[in-house]
Nanobody, 124 residues
Framework: QVQLVESGGGLVQAGGSLTLSCAAS????????KGWFRQAPGKEREFVAA??????YYGDSVKGRFTISRDNARNTVYLQMSSLKPEDTAVYFC???????????????????WGQGTQVTVSS
């Protein structure tokens, strides 16, 4: 089992920045792939970013604005968000996957463990 706890959400003005954290505990070594997803009201959960031991991946809507990173010693994954837009408003979820292939890394269904989510609101 892997437990994930997100933090760092809040209210920010458009153009501003925010950094989310995801602290993992439990059998973290079994889930090396960590991802961030978001879900706005009335919309499907959307891939934001993911990191493996060696690579990072981003959704098209956040490329160049968001950066995912990990601190393996602290079992923590970060999502640095800059140039935020009102359309970035959503609940952001951290997730962990087991044995996922690169071709499937953006798919919600391959992630086994999920955090409770943290709200990010970007005002215009």
């Amino acid at each position: 089992q892997v437990q994930l706890v997100e933090s760092g959400g809040g209210l920010v003005q458009a153009g501003g920045s925010l950094t989310l954290s995801c602290a993992a505990s439990g059998r973290t070594f079994s889930s090396p792939v960590k991802g961030w997803f978001r879900q706005a009201p009335g919309k499907e959960r959307e891939f934001v970013a993911a990191t493996t031991w060696t690579s990072v991946y981003y959704g098209d809507s956040v490329k160049g604005r968001f950066t995912i990173s990990r601190d393996n010693a602290r079992n923590t994954v970060y999502l640095q968000m800059s140039s935020l837009k009102p359309e970035d408003t959503a609940v952001y979820f951290c997730a962990a996957a087991v044995g996922v292939s690169v071709s499937a890394i953006k798919q919600v269904e391959v992630y086994r463990y999920w955090g409770q989510g943290t709200q990010v609101t970007v005002s215009s």
